[in-house]
């Protein structure tokens, strides 16, 4: 299964999780049966709040699932619309993240738990 987490920086799964899953400058990419691990540039970092795409900028890479520290209902909706599963994770990097899911630790985001949407914060 291919997951993306959004991150700071390009570390690979050493990478910390980005709060704001839309804003994030990076998608880290994650194998969870291979392991393998790519990180992309975000080129939809920027946007207005409440604006954010999340589908459009990861759904080309071939992801099955989110794992985040949150986001908006509207990102929720999109990624889902894309056939994107979404997870909460509370761990701060993308290994400890991904060890997680893969034990089968992270609860999927149901839409009630989801931010409402222009907030700079973890919220799932």
Same mark, same amino acid.
């Given at each position: 299964?291919?997951? @993306?987490?959004? /991150?700071?920086?390009?570390? &690979?799964?050493?990478?910390?999780? #980005?709060?704001? +899953?839309?804003?994030?400058? +990076?998608? /880290?990419?994650?194998? =969870?049966? #291979?392991?393998? *691990?790519? *990180? ?10 409440? =604006? ?15 794992? @985040? ?8 909706? #999109? ?5 994107? =599963?979404? +997870?909460?994770? *509370?761990?701060? /990097? ?6 997680? +899911?893969?034990? &089968? ?9 989801? @931010? &409402? ?5 973890? @919220? &799932?």
């Amino acid at each position: 299964m291919r997951l @993306c987490l959004p /991150t700071v920086h390009d570390s &690979g799964r050493a990478a910390m999780l #980005s709060d704001h +899953f839309g804003s994030a400058p +990076f998608f /880290t990419i994650v194998d =969870s049966e #291979s392991g393998a *691990t790519e *990180t992309v540039a975000n080129h939809h970092a920027r946007h207005a709040p409440g =604006s954010c795409d999340a589908a459009r900028g990861i759904a080309e890479h071939g992801v099955d699932a989110v794992l @985040c520290l949150g986001l908006g209902r509207r990102a929720l909706a #999109s990624l889902e619309q894309a056939g994107i =599963s979404v +997870f909460v994770s *509370t761990a701060g /990097t993308v290994g400890a993240a991904v060890d997680a +899911f893969v034990a &089968g630790g992270l609860p999927h985001l149901e839409a009630q738990a989801a @931010c &409402g949407g222009g907030q700079r914060h973890h @919220c &799932g």
